[in-house]
């Protein structure tokens, strides 16, 4: 595995998806063509994730999402050693809780506030 993926990975799973995204960035240019879009589609997740949970944003959260989910169809079921099924699955049922959500104040509004 590439060293950029490595650490993009961590990022993420320590809750940096800013930084995960950039090194998503940079995992794309190393990696091998088939797995080129699978890489987008995490980086769209770490936008996604860090634009609702840094920012409150709702709408282009989903945006973001439901566009990895587009970009990992043709990955199905798996690829890469990622069970595609199974992390569409949890991003289609996230997107899902977002749009059930409130489109009133976003934690961005609650910050300027103060």
């Given at each position: 595995?590439?060293?950029?993926?490595?650490?993009?990975?961590?990022?993420?799973?320590?809750?940096?998806?800013?930084?995960?995204?950039?090194?998503?960035?940079?995992?794309?240019?190393?990696?091998?063509?088939?797995?080129?879009?699978?890489?987008?589609?995490?980086?769209?997740?770490?936008?996604?994730?860090?634009?609702?949970?840094?920012?409150?944003?709702?709408?282009?959260?989903?945006?973001?999402?439901?566009?990895?989910l587009?970009?990992?169809?043709?990955?199905?079921?798996?690829?890469?050693?990622?069970?595609?099924?199974?992390?569409?699955?949890?991003?289609a049922?996230?997107?899902?809780?977002?749009?059930?959500t409130?489109?009133?104040?976003?934690?961005?509004?609650?910050?300027?506030?103060d």
């Amino acid at each position: 595995m590439d060293e950029h993926l490595r650490q993009a990975i961590a990022s993420f799973h320590r809750g940096d998806y800013f930084g995960a995204g950039e090194r998503f960035e940079l995992a794309i240019h190393a990696a091998e063509p088939q797995m080129r879009e699978v890489i987008e589609a995490f980086n769209r997740i770490a936008a996604a994730l860090h634009l609702r949970f840094q920012r409150g944003g709702r709408q282009g959260s989903i945006n973001l999402l439901s566009q990895a989910l587009l970009a990992l169809e043709d990955a199905k079921p798996a690829r890469g050693g990622v069970d595609i099924e199974r992390l569409c699955a949890d991003i289609a049922a996230f997107t899902e809780e977002l749009r059930a959500t409130s489109r009133g104040i976003t934690l961005h509004e609650v910050y300027e506030a103060d």
